[in-house]
């Protein structure tokens, strides 16, 4: 009699709830887990660690792993900063929640490459984008940043929607969180979610942290 496979759990206080970062088998590629949260109709956001190629699934889709627990953040970060070099829109998405709150201008940027590299998908959180880029909500002992670096980027400025996704990502990569005002407590450099960005068994996630969960149904192949 064949075993029965171990499948993702929704409730955030069982130990297979899937959590950023984790790898499980689905629809025959080895994912990693993107989103943060389950969404109303039951998927979670899933891109396939090899080919970096992205959708939502359904937890019973997802099927435990050995090795669920194996990847770093700074590996994660290290493979999609990588695709998100070869263009994957999807890459720059996450990159830009993942350091929301920690590098604010690192996170700007990499949502304006997603906007610039696929409009058509991220046009509809254009205005929210600008909004968050001022707002520049930080975790705690996160510096506010200095905004001064808002007035380079055009989409933040007008409507206008740049095609040139490189120079962004580019721009994602060399940005440096600079305090507007000097005060305790600097930044240490290491990307680390904060615990709004975690699932919580009790409590409201962030709404500013919640942007990554936000893609359009689809499969990884």
């Known amino acids: 009699m064949q075993k029965e496979e171990t499948v993702a759990s929704d409730d955030p206080c069982s130990g297979l709830y899937p959590r950023v ?14 989103g943060n949260r ?7 956001w899933l891109m396939a660690w090899n080919s970096g190629m992205s ?3 359904r937890l019973p889709q997802m099927k435990l792993r050995d090795d669920r627990l194996s990847i770093s ?4 970060v290290a493979r999609l900063s990588e695709w998100a070099r070869a263009g994957n829109a999807e890459a720059m998405w996450w990159l830009a929640w993942a350091h929301e709150g920690v590098n604010h201008p690192k996170s700007v940027w990499y949502y304006v490459a997603a906007l610039r590299a696929d409009p058509q998908a991220y046009r509809w959180a254009h ?6 880029a001022y707002s520049a909500t930080m975790c705690k002992d996160a510096p506010r940043p200095d905004l001064a670096f808002l007035q380079e980027i ?3 400025q007008d409507a206008k929607i740049l095609r040139d996704w490189a120079s962004a990502v580019k721009m994602a990569e060399n940005a440096v969180h600079h305090p507007a005002v000097k005060g305790e407590g600097a930044l240490s450099g290491e990307l680390v979610l904060c615990e709004n960005c ?13 942007m990554g969960c936000f893609i359009p149904d689809g499969d990884l192949n």
């Open 127 to 132: 205005e929210r984008i600008v909004s968050d």
């Open 55 to 57: 959708g939502r699934f």
């Open 154 to 156: 055009p989409e933040i």
């Open 21 to 34: 970062g984790e790898l499980w088998d689905c629809a025959g590629e080895m994912a990693i887990v993107c």
């Open 38 to 44: 389950i969404s109303e109709k039951g998927r979670i």
């Open 198 to 210: 975690q699932n919580a068994c009790e409590g409201e996630k962030s709404e500013v942290l919640v």
């Open 73 to 76: 953040m700074e590996a994660m």
